[in-house]
């Protein structure tokens, strides 16, 4: 394994995390026997940090990620999980970043993940409706408590990124970000108020950040295991991505069409390629990548064997420069 090291984080993070949001039933691959092998075989094979939130299966992805970690020594992984993303019996999410909203969350994600504190805890979505310093408040209250270790904000504009760390400190970033989606204006039909390339990778450098990448594979585009045209069940959660179906699609299917054919020409798994092109930049800590099976844990820990040249660096950033800002 490979490890990464921030001046805002005391301990060092494995360059592959886990992305648990497939491990709530939301995707065609979930499973809990599965994903419970998954942990364990990532913890053996080095990795440390496991990212979820109580949305992921409306609460099932911390319960089982917590059933996981059960007979884990807990010293040796660090649990990212979020709050402020709520909803009702209709699975209809809100954001509410509200104090008495995140004292009830935090003592939840507790108890669902059998264990006494949460190491990096992320404000999930913006929330415009609390003032910052109520949030932050809350967050202090539950730190001094020793419930959570560090802060970190996930898909935060820059400005609100240095309003909260005007009042509390900030450890960590979390963005929407792969070789297609670098400056993305949207996730899933949500607005984004942040250019991960040209705002956050700045800041997360400046401050000593750990920058936390979701979606490293497109939601499996880059992975290879797409088609062009049906690509999900009708219960598949990606369904909702509409970048994922349609005319915009068939481009962005266009693009990795291309990247496959220069992976190929280098013997190299399209995967791994978009793994590493992720893992080498310097701002990049911990990929949060979704797994499905023990096979593609090994596949991903195998793009650690190797590192993308400047020769084939720039061969890939010419194809994707035209979806700089897509």
């Not at 979020?82 to 909803?87: A, D, P, Q, S, Y």
């Not at 005007?166 to 899933?188: A, C, K, P, V």
Request: hydrophobic residues 35%; negative net charge; charged residues 25%.
């Amino acid at each position: 394994m490979i490890y990464k090291k921030v001046s805002k984080l005391k301990e060092e993070l494995s360059v592959i995390g886990i992305g648990c949001w497939n491990f709530g039933g939301d995707w065609d691959t979930s499973d809990d026997g599965n994903a419970i092998k998954i942990v364990h075989a990532a913890i053996d094979a080095g990795v440390n940090l496991f990212d979820i939130a109580p949305v992921y299966g409306w609460f099932h992805a911390e319960k089982v990620l917590g059933k996981a970690l059960k007979s884990v020594n807990r010293d040796k992984v660090i649990i990212a999980s979020k709050c402020g993303l709520v909803w009702d019996e209709n699975h209809i999410t809100r954001n509410n970043l509200s104090k008495e909203s995140l004292l009830k969350e935090i003592d939840g994600s507790l108890t669902r993940l059998q264990t006494d504190y949460i190491d990096i805890y992320q404000l999930h979505w913006p929330d415009h409706n609390t003032p910052i310093e109520e949030t932050v408040s809350a967050l202090q209250e539950i730190k001094k408590a020793g419930k959570i270790r560090y802060v970190g904000l996930s898909n935060f504009s820059q400005s609100d990124v240095k309003k909260f760390m005007s009042l509390i400190e900030i450890n960590t970033q979390q963005g929407l970000y792969n070789m297609l989606e670098r400056n993305t204006d949207s996730y899933h039909n949500i607005p984004l108020e942040y250019k991960t390339e040209k705002e956050m990778l700045k800041t997360v450098r400046e401050e000593g950040q750990a920058f936390f990448p979701y979606s490293p594979m497109f939601q499996g585009l880059l992975a290879g295991s797409f088609k062009k045209d049906h690509n999900f069940s009708a219960s598949d959660i990606r369904n909702q991505n509409p970048k994922l179906s349609g005319e915009l699609f068939k481009s962005y299917y266009s693009c990795y069409e291309k990247l496959q054919e220069l992976a190929d020409e280098a013997g190299k798994p399209m995967y791994e390629v978009a793994m590493n092109w992720l893992r080498q930049k310097p701002e990049v800590t911990t990929i949060i990548g979704g797994v499905s099976s023990l096979g593609q844990l090994v596949k991903n820990l195998h793009s650690l064997t190797w590192d993308i040249d400047h020769k084939f660096m720039k061969k890939i950033n010419e194809i994707i420069a035209p979806f700089e800002n897509i």
